[in-house]
């Protein structure tokens, strides 16, 4: 079995983290079949609550050969939603379980963006 070089793991952990987070949000989809009452309505539906995971694969396809790109992304990403969720809940009245949501989602987005980024001031 081929040894792994200790640099490696700045260079697949990212990645792995990416698929695995992407496929965590694609779970959250699985809420429109008990919505939906025919087939299209149920695929249109699971093309729109998986649009940021096909957006976020996309990304991640790309910043497998660029790292710049996973990193501004992923840190886009966190940060858009942690915005967005905060905004929200302003609106809604505050509860404390959107700062779960925070760090559930934006957390790991900001944390695989900076890995993303520390890989690349590596390569360079």
Wanted: a positive charge; aromatic letters at 16%; hydrophobic letters at 60%.
């Amino acid at each position: 079995m081929p040894k792994i070089k200790r640099k490696d793991w700045i260079y697949w952990t990212p990645r792995i983290l990416s698929i695995v987070f992407i496929l965590f949000l694609s779970l959250f989809s699985l809420d429109i079949f008990d919505m939906c009452n025919n087939f299209l309505n149920c695929a249109l539906g699971l093309l729109m609550h998986n649009l940021p995971s096909i957006i976020l694969l996309i990304v991640l396809l790309i910043s497998w050969k660029y790292e710049i790109v996973g990193a501004i992304a992923f840190i886009l990403a966190g940060l858009a939603y942690a915005g967005l969720t905060l905004i929200t809940a302003s609106m809604s009245g505050f509860q404390w379980f959107y700062l779960g949501w925070i760090l559930e989602i934006s957390g790991i987005a900001l944390f695989i963006g900076i890995l993303f980024w520390i890989g690349w001031k590596r390569k360079k």
